[in-house]
């Protein structure tokens, strides 16, 4: 850590955090989740444990570590698959103290009656939040594509009661914006041996039995028909919202592709994804950020291509729980402002993610990584990723450009969509084919 780091951090230690507490307070008062103030908060908030659940692409044992050790309490991180996550969320809710989800999950959460609604004014970083989440624009104004599940349709309710999500900005929201990217398909460029510019070059015959799709229906199926689209195969009212009919049709595709030898293999997590790309067993396929760092740091030759359809977007976001009462409620909002402040932003961009609050991530990071990651700049020195390992040699450019070039060119967002549980009995109809 610099010096400017230490500095920056000195305004989240725990001195920080007990001068701080009323006005956290304020905020649990607020909500009408308690009344009153605990006279041994100052005393107490050393024994106070925040339960925070997630996957792994954003659970990572060294971002709770700096914030146990810069708040003054304990940060359990706790990491789990998709389908064990949401499954401990709606039924076990109250194991849960912050839920690390995609934002188009919280309509379930408002059903379910389980989070908390934060006031705007009580979180200290709206205003210098990127405008995607705040209003569903790109810093010059320009709307933001809508299809699927966009975060300007999740980020607010209607009002302290949540009783229903506001299309338009309100005071209260759903949950905190934490980190977002846009995907799109992964190559090894040393394999495939030519420029690859469209999302159709996944079901290109060329690549049969070298191709590979994530193993997710909300997720698979968006790569799946952007690559349809594309390709002229099929053409969509909303790629993110399909009618029964679209997934009947775009299943039916992916089973004569899949029986047609297509695809090499279905990959559900991230260390498979990795092992089949750096293996040279698939040289196109669904591919995460933080992926396609790791086969960097191998030596191995790996691109994430920008592609001329767009990509695919998709936001994360924290969610207090409605549990949270008294202490454990004021240092879990007390959590969810440090969580922006820069440490973790600047760890997660130095796996190719991008922190809600940019400029709190340039904080913490070197001039050279903000150019790299943010700018799109050739890098002036070597490219470590978050956990020291050689990424990419300096001169070299990040994958798709600056910040806006990716962000400003999102075709469709992550989504739950209408038909999800239709569409999840046929995908998986697809896999088993």
């Known amino acids: 850590m610099t010096q400017r780091d230490r500095t920056s951090a000195a305004g989240l230690t725990r001195r920080r955090l007990l001068k701080g507490g009323a006005a956290a307070a304020g ?18 908030i050393k024994d106070v444990v925040i339960t925070h659940v997630g996957q792994s692409f954003s659970v990572i044992p060294q971002i709770a570590a700096q914030a146990s050790k810069d708040l003054g309490f304990k940060i359990d991180m706790q990491t789990v698959d998709l389908n064990t996550q949401m499954n401990r969320l709606f039924t076990q ?79 209260y929201l759903t949950s905190i914006p934490s980190l977002t990217n846009a995907d799109t398909l992964g190559i090894r460029p040393d394999l495939v041996g030519r420029k690859i ?18 193993d997710a229906p909300d997720i698979g199926i968006l790569d799946a028909v952007m690559a349809l689209e594309a390709s002229g195969a099929m053409k969509y009212g ?32 991230f260390d498979q994804s990795v092992s089949l790309m750096a293996s040279g067993e698939v040289v196109i396929q669904s591919m995460w950020s933080p992926a396609v760092t790791a086969i960097r740091t191998r030596g191995i030759a790996c691109t994430y291509v920008a592609l001329k359809e767009g990509y695919r977007g998709w936001g994360v976001s924290l969610v207090p729980l409605k549990h949270l009462t008294g202490l454990k409620l004021d240092a879990a909002l007390d959590y969810l402002n440090w969580y922006n402040s820069g440490w973790q932003g600047a760890f997660i961009a130095r796996q190719g993610y991008y922190s809600s609050v940019p400029e709190n991530a340039r904080k913490f990071l070197e001039p050279y990584e903000w150019d790299y990651w943010y700018e799109g700049k050739p890098a002036e020195k070597d490219i470590h ?49």
């Not at 510019?197 to 994530?214: M, T, Y």
């Not at 919202?241 to 997590?269: A, H, M, V, Y």
């Open 27 to 44: 905020l649990a008062a607020g909500s009408g989740a308690m009344t009153g103030f605990p006279t041994i908060w100052a005393q107490n």
């Open 93 to 171: 809710p109250d194991s849960i103290d912050i839920a690390d989800v995609s934002i188009n999950v919280v309509p379930d959460i408002m059903k379910k009656k389980i989070g908390l609604p934060i006031p705007v004014s009580k979180y200290k970083w709206w205003d210098t939040s990127m405008p995607l989440f705040t209003k569903g624009e790109y810093p010059d104004g320009r709307k933001a594509s809508v299809e699927g599940g966009a975060p300007i349709k999740f980020q607010y309710y209607a009002d302290k009661d949540a009783s229903k999500l506001s299309p338009t900005p309100t005071d």
């Open 197 to 214: 510019e469209s999302w159709a070059e996944l079901f290109n015959p060329q690549f049969k039995g070298k191709a590979a799709l994530v």
């Open 238 to 269: 909303d790629k993110g919202n399909l009618t029964k009919p679209e997934i009947d049709q775009t299943i039916k595709i992916l089973i004569d592709l899949k029986k047609g030898g297509q695809f090499r293999s279905f990959w559900q997590n």
């Open 385 to 433: 990723d978050p956990f020291g390992a050689l990424m990419e040699k300096a001169g070299n450019v990040r994958d798709g450009g600056a910040l806006w070039q990716r962000m400003g060119n999102v075709a469709v967002w992550n989504c739950l969509m209408d038909e999800q549980r239709y569409l999840t009995r046929h995908w998986n109809e697809f896999i088993a084919a």
